[in-house]
């Protein structure tokens, strides 16, 4: 069965620090996201890219994070300077979002801890 | 805006009880989707449902069923005779017809006791 896989599945850096999540979506999704939950708390939207640009973001996704998609296959998430609060677990999903408007397959999370 | 709203926090249940989780949502939109995810303790979010507004038909899937009334916009999910192993966090979701993201609900945190 496809699979959204994301590394590292945990990843620990020092406040101040660049840090990049990566993604690997499924290959025929053309909709990738990305989303963060805080321990304990709920899922929340950060940005999803279509198209090889961000078609929508939150308040969230400041000038701190930004995305990527470099080479076909893989989809980053790239936090510039972290910060105690960016601590979370940060999802990845992807989507055909064709007629049929299938679910987002989420990736099994990357846990960030910024310490 | 869109909102999905799971007013209960926490539940614990015995095992082989029935437990329904309630999911109420908000959106101006006239085509939608709904989703219910499981969050086990291992922390992935598993897919377990998705329904589009156009299909008020409930759904079974063995133990798991779902109880869509747009009248009362919402999305109940129903567990039968409950296992330790559903103990999880669950999670109603709502995106709509455009492209845009899910909306998630703050999550039901299910407590299954042997």
């Known amino acids: 069965e496809p699979e959204v896989t994301q590394t590292p599945s945990h990843q620990v850096t020092q406040m101040g620090q660049e840090v990049i999540l990566r993604c690997v979506p499924i290959?025929?999704?053309?909709?990738f996201y990305w989303y963060r939950q805080i321990l304990g708390q709920k899922v929340e939207f950060l940005v999803s890219f279509y198209n090889n640009e961000i078609s929508e973001k939150s308040e969230i996704f400041d000038d701190q994070f930004s995305v990527e998609r470099p080479d076909g296959s893989n989809f980053t998430l790239k936090i510039r300077s972290t910060k105690l609060e960016d601590s979370a677990m940060y999802f990845c999903?992807?989507?055909?979002?064709?007629?049929?408007?299938?679910?987002?397959?989420f990736g099994q999370g990357t846990r960030l801890t910024v310490v | 805006a869109q909102k999905v709203t799971q007013a209960q926090t926490e539940i614990s249940v015995v095992e082989k009880e029935d437990v329904t989780l309630d999911c109420v949502y908000e959106t101006r939109d006239t085509t939608y989707y709904l989703f219910w995810y499981k969050q086990p303790p291992s922390g992935e979010l598993v897919f377990l449902i998705r329904?589009?507004?156009?299909?008020?038909q409930n759904e079974i899937s063995g133990r798991y069923s779902w109880n869509f009334q747009k009248s009362t916009s919402s999305f109940n999910f129903t567990i039968t005779a409950s296992q330790v192993v559903d103990s999880a966090v669950y999670f109603c979701?709502?995106?709509?017809?455009?492209?845009?993201?899910?909306?998630f609900g703050p999550g039901t945190r299910l407590s299954v006791l042997p």
């Open positions: 290959s025929n999704h053309l909709y």
């Open positions: 999903a992807s989507s055909d979002r064709g007629r049929s408007h299938t679910e987002a397959f």
């Open positions: 329904r589009n507004s156009f299909d008020e």
């Open positions: 979701a709502l995106t709509g017809n455009y492209g845009q993201n899910f909306v």
